[in-house]
Nanobody, 116 residues
């Protein structure tokens, strides 16, 4: 069973940056495209970004395109999300999982709060 642990969240002012990390306790396989998702208070969890196993391809939600960058280090079983030019509407709990379908149990997530 793979367990996902997200970290790196915090409180930042609008325009600031944060780097999130997601580490998998078990070994990720070559079919595991990994993604970041987020859930704001009172809203459904939504897709943010996905990266292929080889890191050769990425895809982003329109709302974060050109501001967020997803990356991964397969040998470390870690996926990152570099978030720049943060906006108050980016405030949410951020989660990682396989994408587009989440196969693993959801982790605790990491809270990102952007103040205006």
């Amino acid at each position: 069973q793979v367990h996902l642990i997200e970290s790196g969240g915090g409180v930042v002012q609008a325009g600031g940056s944060l780097r999130l990390s997601c580490t998998a306790s078990g070994r990720l396989g070559p079919n595991n495209n990994m993604g970041w998702f987020r859930q704001a208070p009172g809203k459904e969890r939504e897709f943010v970004a996905v990266i292929s196993w080889s890191a050769a391809s990425t895809k982003y939600a329109d709302s974060v395109k050109d501001r967020f960058t997803i990356s991964r280090t397969p040998e470390e079983n870690t996926v990152y999300l570099q978030m720049n030019s943060l906006k108050p509407e980016d405030t949410a709990v951020y989660y990682c999982n396989t994408a587009p379908i989440a196969y693993f149990p959801w982790g605790q997530g990491t809270q990102v709060t952007v103040s205006s």
